[in-house]
């Protein structure tokens, strides 16, 4: 047996022992090594973590692919990450011309493209249709039970859908060709005024996403309808908002103020390195995080002295229930990028600084036993991402 002084062992492999109060032990049992890496904050806690919160970490990486002949997808859902009751998310490729199939769903479903270009089209219960482009940073938003559709461009795409309800499943949708494969041919025949052999070739079973050839221009594929187009359109151009800009990152909020149709908000946060998304909750919604670039760690203050740290990378879901405390900071040498979501139509957050800052300065200096020099450093104006002062 190897003793138990953290520095007689391989400084590469992560020991749960904390030097701060000499708390823990070496790990000599079976470990994954690599996760351990992956979660420093996990295998060794801060001291200020206390009780148990439920599980706020779910990675796409940890799901099972629907691998398809036109592209893939994967979910994360109550039954991946079970705090998640109000929405549930979707990672899918689709290859050059691979076409997700015109289908609706009992949710309201929002996306945003990470990378290639695809083409979305939808008609509404008027007749009003919609047929749009989209690149990475856009956005869409398809509502409940409005049938759509999604086809990769000459680049393929790549893109996160998310669903105002945790129990989604991507795998029970509305298809047009599962409902088309189990309605009598007769009836399909008197529905659409044509033969049954007009019928004789369709899908025995859900296409799902399949492969198709590569859309031509936008203009093509317009179809003039009489009732015209939707009068909101179903997709928006995050990127091209103005961020708002903080001394350590900058953020994209995109609400029903900018994207009038959507019932789903978003902020798209850029943190260098260094720097931190301050300590906030948000009074209005759950927040659903997907990490897109870079490594982050996280606290979910849960009142009653129960406070969890969990660390995320590229590719990971977080989840952070209504009104609990939390911070984001990037533990990386490169840019943290992450997208926060909310179920609900105004994006809203309450910082703990700027609220400090607007209270009266003798009320905050009894609560907490602080002097001078914070009640001087409050800022009365939110900074959403902060930079560590050198030190
Ligand atoms: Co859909
Ligand atoms: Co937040």
């Given at each position: 047996m190897k003793s138990q002084n953290p520095h007689t062992h391989n400084p590469n492999i992560p020991q749960p022992i904390r030097e701060q109060d000499g708390a823990g032990g070496t790990d000599?049992?079976?470990?994954?090594v690599m996760r351990d890496i992956e979660n420093p904050d996990m295998l060794v806690p801060p001291v200020t973590d206390h009780g148990g919160v439920p599980n706020a970490k779910f990675s796409f990486s940890d799901t099972h692919m629907r691998l398809q002949p036109g592209g893939w997808a994967r979910q994360v859902t109550t039954k991946e990450l079970p705090i998640s009751v109000s929405i549930a998310g979707v990672n899918m490729r689709l290859n050059p011309g691979g076409v997700r199939e015109l289908h609706w769903h009992t949710a309201n479903e929002w996306a945003f493209m990470l990378t290639g270009r695809a083409r979305i089209t939808a008609v509404d219960q008027n007749g009003r249709n919609f047929v749009d482009d989209v690149g990475p940073g856009d956005l869409w938003f398809f509502p409940a039970g409005i049938p759509h559709s999604i086809q990769g461009l000459v680049e393929g795409c790549e893109f996160l859908l998310i669903f105002d309800q945790g129990d989604f499943s991507e795998n029970n949708t509305f298809s047009i060709s599962d409902w088309l494969a189990h309605t009598p041919i007769d009836v399909l025949a008197a529905n659409f005024g044509v033969t049954e052999r007009a019928f004789s070739?369709?899908?025995?079973?859900?296409?799902?996403i399949f492969p198709a050839d590569v859309p031509g221009s936008l203009q093509g594929d317009k179809v003039t309808s009489p009732a015209g187009v939707v009068p909101q359109t179903f997709s928006h151009h995050m990127l091209r908002q103005q961020p708002i800009q903080s001394s350590g990152g900058k953020v994209w909020i995109t609400d029903s103020n900018t994207f009038p149709v959507t019932t789903i908000s978003a902020a798209l946060v850029e943190v260098e390195p260094g720097g931190m998304r301050e300590m906030h909750w948000h009074p209005n919604a759950d927040e659903w995080q997907y990490y897109i670039q870079g490594t982050a760690r996280m606290t979910l203050f849960a009142a009653q002295g129960t406070a969890n740290t969990f660390n995320y990378r590229a590719g990971d879901v977080g989840f952070i229930p209504m009104v609990w405390g939390h911070y984001i900071q990037n533990t990386g040498d490169k840019k943290l990028i992450f997208l926060e979501i909310f179920k609900s139509p105004r994006y809203a957050d309450v910082s703990l600084n700027q609220w400090m800052a607007l209270t009266p300065p003798e009320l905050v200096e009894a609560n907490l036993n602080v002097g001078p020099d914070v009640i001087s450093a409050l800022?009365?104006?939110?900074?959403p991402v902060v930079k560590y002062p050198s030190s």
């Open positions: 000599p049992g079976p470990r994954d070739n369709i899908a025995h079973e859900e296409k799902y800022n009365k104006t939110k900074s």
